[in-house]
Structures are given as C-alpha cells and as structure tokens.
C-alpha cells in the first residue's frame, strides 16, 4: 500500500503560479496530477514515469511543467500562467501494480 501525501494548494490570482507536490511512501511506476472542477469530469493534468516520460493534457501544455524526484518517491507540478478555468481540487496518483490517490488539494484562481 502506498500512502500519497499532497501539498501546495491555495489561492491566487489569475496570472500567478502555485507548485504542488506529492510524496509517495514507496516505489511507483507513474505518478502524475488529476483535478476535478465542480460540475465536470475528473481529468488528466500531467503524468511522470519512472522512466522520464511525460504526457500533458492540451489545455496545461505551455503552463504546467511536471517533474518528478524519483529519490524522493516525489512529483512536483509548476503551474505558471494560472487561469480562473484552473481551479479545481487538484488529486495526486501513483501507480505500480495497483493505484494509488491523494485526498486532494484545492487550487482556486480568482479571476
């Protein structure tokens, strides 16, 4: 079982930038971000294998760099250029054999 610890979340203004993070308490294959805005459907932020690859989604490429401490168990997303659409409860998974997901972390964008 692998236990996700989130960070990073807050408020901010359009324009501004937030750096969220996620320690995981073992070994995983992929980790990466989801968020979840109200009303809409849980989707994809940016994922970082273990292997270095990396997969944004369309509307965060440009904006959003994920990177990933594979020393640490931890991924990190700079998030730059932050729009009101952003905002989100914004969830951390692992994967190896099985997934695992943090309890989320708010991100709101005022506009």
């Known amino acids: 079982q692998v236990q996700l610890v989130e960070s990073g979340g807050g408020l901010v203004q359009a324009g501004g930038s937030l750096r969220l993070s996620c320690a995981a308490s073992?070994?995983?294959?992929?980790m990466g971000w989801y968020r979840q805005a109200p009303g809409k459907q849980h989707e994809l932020v940016a994922t970082?294998?273990?292997?270095?690859?990396?997969n944004y989604a369309d509307s965060v490429k440009g904006r959003f760099t994920i990177s990933r401490d594979n020393t640490k168990n931890t991924v990190y997303v700079q998030m730059n250029s932050l729009k009101p659409e952003d905002t989100a409860v914004y969830y951390c998974?692992?994967?190896?054999?099985?997934?695992?997901w943090g309890r989320g972390t708010q991100v709101t964008v005022s506009s």
């Open positions: 970082f294998s273990s292997g270095g690859i990396t």
């Open positions: 073992g070994s995983t294959i992929i």
């Open positions: 998974n692992a994967r190896n054999a099985d997934s695992y």
